[in-house]
């Protein structure tokens, strides 16, 4: 419920942002099938080593689907205008991003899911009984 309020909240307070939701909120909501119209991307615990390429194509095709801002300029333009040096975008407009894949440190999944059920806990619904890797 927290999640939600949170997401509602964010989604209002700048219309034009993406919000992304991911974790145990995500595989509940669709288990369920539903539907949060302030969420622009559901990302399932399963894909989350997909995240920064789901997060660009989405970013990507709200950028297409953006019409003519008040003053003329092009949503895209804004978008470049606002990622000067100070987002991240050196001399010719190549990203800072392509280093994402030269990580120092790895995320290591040791173990998934849960056997407690306890009362206010919804990960051994949605993740399923503990499993462990060797």
């Given amino acids: 419920r927290k999640s939600r309020q949170m997401l509602h909240r964010a989604k209002k307070k700048n219309p034009q942002a993406l919000i992304v939701a ?6 509940s909501a669709l288990a369920k099938d539903e539907q949060d119209e302030s969420v622009d991307l559901f990302v399932p615990n399963d894909q989350k080593n997909a995240i920064v390429t789901l997060v660009k194509q989405a970013w990507q095709q709200n950028v297409a689907d ?8 092009s949503i895209e333009e804004k978008v470049w205008q606002i990622s000067g040096e100070e987002t991240g975008r050196v001399g010719g407009g190549e990203s800072l991003m392509a280093q994402e894949e030269e990580h ?7 173990q998934n899911g849960c056997n407690l059920y306890c009362s206010y806990c ?12 060797p």
Avoid at 105 to 110: E, H, K
Wanted: charged share 15%.
């Fill in 122 to 133: 919804i990960i051994p619904y949605v993740r399923g009984p503990l499993t462990s890797k």
């Fill in 22 to 27: 991911t974790g145990c909120y995500v595989d």
């Fill in 104 to 110: 120092t440190r790895a995320y290591l999944t040791v």
């Fill in 66 to 73: 953006a019409v003519q801002s008040e003053n003329g300029v």
